[in-house]
């Protein structure tokens, strides 16, 4: 049985619908992630399971429990939820010090100061700041202040703990040395989590589940390897990085973008008269000339847009009559030439049609993917 169960939860600001009768479930010690873009309603669905907000509809149950249920009017507060938070800008108070800032769950839930005292060392050793805990919070560093932040928000020993995006304000290398070190606390602990960010790197990374979302609603639910491998719809495959969108159309014999480049795929797809398709950059292939091209893939002829130096690949856009299509090409294969070629000359791409992801006409049916099927 699931722990935690949001059942048609609906939260509106205004004639705003944010969250739009939304359900999910989250099992015991379950890292779900909810992913998507700005705006998408991850924060207020966020803010309604911790008690900050109140929804017009639904119900919330922790461990059986109901916290919130609007037709039974409950509606257990924020502190009495045995919930820990992690929020973006870290949340601590300034005028207190580490110490005082991870014991704050802890007297809000009124535990004995000596029994308190320990848990704070604790926290504090989890995420390694015991040498911070006498400083305030304008003495540390953002790195350390998010460490503190995480170290408050798992003091307690709540049951779920809820991360508002709290990896986006550190820089790079940071954001990867708490990213793992979430994750290695999350592999210890074994604690329920729910892990708001629009940033698929991350979800993949942290995530047991995934849970994608589009305006209020959930567009797919499934493990990170499910979601790469097999997005359900059309908007998932966008955001989750594959680039290369194809309107296709069916002319006598095949397929055709809207400007007329001929693609083949190469499966079974129900008899429509349209189609979208969609494509990894890194399942396409840049070619000087046809020689290097693979027995069997798709070519296509194409002109040079962009191509930005990334280290050990190029990330290249290259155009074929209105159709734009990115690609990453390797920098020892290509760099010599890539690096002094200009805009418009000609090159061919390559790929398999196995590669292509097939989805229906308003691209919110998967038809196959690479791998699956038909
Ligand atoms: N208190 C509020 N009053 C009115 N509108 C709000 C309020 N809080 C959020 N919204 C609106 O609700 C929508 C969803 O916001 P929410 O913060 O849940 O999105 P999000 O997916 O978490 O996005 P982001 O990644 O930008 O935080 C936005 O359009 C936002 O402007």
Known sequence: MASFRISGLTKSYGSNVIVDDLDLEIE??????????????KTTTLRCLAGLETPERGRIEFKGDPVFDSSARVNVPAHKRRIGMVFQSYALWPNMTVRKNIAYPLKVRRMKEALAAGRVEEAAAMVHCEHLLDRYPSQLSGGQQQRIAVARGLAARPDLVLFDEPLSNLDARLRDQVRTEIHRLHESLGFGAVFVTHDQSEAFALGDKLAIMREGRIEQLGTPQDVFQRPATDYVAGFIGMANRLELRRTGAGWQTKGGVDVLVARDVPDAPALVARLWPDDVSLHRDSESVPTGAVAIKAELLAAE???????????????????????????????????GCPVLISFRAEALHVYSEGGERALASPGSAG
């Open 309 to 343: 130096f990334g280290g050990r690949q190029y990330h290249v856009t290259v155009g074929a009559n209105g159709e734009e299509f990115r690609l990453q090409a390797d920098s020892a294969t290509h760099g010599s030439w890539l690096r002094t070629a200009t805009e």
């Open 28 to 41: 015991e010690g379950e890292f779900l992630v909810l992913l998507g873009p700005s705006g998408c309603g």
